[in-house]
Structures are given as C-alpha cells and as structure tokens.
C-alpha cells in the first residue's frame, strides 16, 4: 500500500478478465485501500499470472489454487489471503484486513447445484453424500494439495452466501463503474 501511494503512476495489475473475481477483488483493494491500481485484463489467469512472474505487472489478486505452486517455487511472493481468516494452507500469510485494510473479504467458493425443481429429498441426501466426500480425510488431502479448503455446509447456507456475493458484487461494479465488454 505504501508503494501504491507513494507512486504519482498507478500500479499495474492483471486480472483474469473483465468481470473475473480477480479484477472485483482489486477493484474491492483499491475502494477500501484508497490506492491507484490499473487494471490490466487478461483473457484468462494463465497469461495473467505468466507476465506477473515474469515482472510485466506489478500485482494480481489471484486463487490460491492458480498461484500457490509459483509462490512455493519463490518465482511469487504471496503478501495477504483476501479471506475473513488466515488459510489454513498457508498459515504464515495474514488477510488483507489483518494487513491494514479493514473489512476487504474476497474469496472463492466452488459449489454443487441442481435444477431449481429438484425435490427437496433429493437435495437433502445429496448434499450429505458430498459433505460427507468433501470431509474425507483422502480427498481434503488432494483438494488441499492443489490449493483448495474444503468447507461443506447446507444448501441454504450456500444460497446464502451467492445472494452476499451477489450484492457485495454489485456494490463493487456500480462503485468502479465496470461495464460489460
């Protein structure tokens, strides 16, 4: 923060795309850090996180599942996790709001969902078998190993968390006046 500050041009930093969770993250950065950031879009994370190794950008705010094999390698330096709490994964990084800017959240969640007529049964055993899955010990292992922690929960829970994305999001594009390309 004190680099972007001090700097009278702003930082560059690559997103996945127009509209990816890495350019709203930023976007959600700059807001409550109050720095000058420039969005440079990718098509896609690779190339993005290519020219960050490779020093055409300055920063990303990036998966940790995309990113954490090059700051294991030391060809990135991981600074903050953008979630509420410090990954268990990598314990040694603090979050964003830790680091000094107060509320930033901004994670990613990957979920299951069905057609929305599924019977309620339906959706009821089948979230048991995949929370019952997600909290093997063999596959938190594996997900964990790529850089994924595993959580399960209900389904209700899970339509709330999208309908606080949603919103959280939606303030983020109205705020940074993002357009659709």
Known sequence: MALAKARPDPLNYGSAGNGSVSHFSAEQFKALAGVNLAHIPYKG??????????????????NLPTVLPHIRSARLKALAVGTKTRSALVPEYPTVSEAGVAGYESSTAFGVLAPAKTPAPIIGRLNQELVKIL?????????????LETVGGTPQQYSQHLKDERAKYGRIVKAAGIKPD
């Open 45 to 62: 994370a690779g190339p993005a996180v290519t020219d960050l190794v490779g020093g055409r950008l300055q920063l990303m705010f990036e």
């Open 135 to 147: 909290q093997s010990p063999d596959i938190k292992e594996k997900l964990a190993a790529q850089g």
